[in-house]
């Protein structure tokens, strides 16, 4: 039986660098489904509700945990992870033998980092969402 060494990394060549690139752009598509949903869900009750009811299976999501519902917060967690998990498993499936610039991706990395981390902070938010919640 022959097995193919081109797709295998040798201990010469350095490894891909798609995985790590697939792993942390997961991780940034997560932290922004978890700035997405929290504005979603302050825009009303309805939209409070249909977020949290993403979240109804973790305990303590509804009123059943040592200090109360933890509310709508179990549905944000709820879609983060999904993103996290589902956007890491197509990317690292997408990129796993594939050597992507870790330089520019660094600089894109910490620059939407730095956009989403904002974007928590209300006074700075609050007239884009409105601006954009106005459009529908």
């Known amino acids: 039986m022959e097995i193919d060494q081109h797709d295998q990394p040798t201990s010469e060549q350095p490894p891909y660098t798609g ?3 697939a792993a942390s752009l997961s991780v940034l598509l997560a932290f922004f489904t978890l700035m997405v949903s929290h504005h979603i869900s302050r825009l009303s009750p309805g939209l409070d509700k249909m977020v949290h009811s993403f979240g109804y299976w973790i305990p303590g999501s ?17 879609l983060a992870l999904t ?4 956007s890491w498993l197509l990317f690292h499936l997408l990129w796993r033998k594939q050597n992507l610039s870790l330089n520019t991706w660094t600089k894109v990395f910490i620059v ?3 956009l ?3 974007g ?11 601006f954009i919640s106005d459009l529908f």
């Open 19 to 21: 995985p790590a690139v």
């Open 83 to 86: 993103v996290w998990f589902g």
């Open 120 to 130: 928590f902070f209300h006074p700075l938010s609050d007239p884009i969402v409105l």
């Open 112 to 114: 939407a980092l730095g």
């Open 62 to 78: 509804q009123g059943s945990g040592p200090d109360g519902s933890i509310g709508s917060y179990t549905g944000k967690e709820t």
């Open 116 to 118: 989403i981390t904002l």
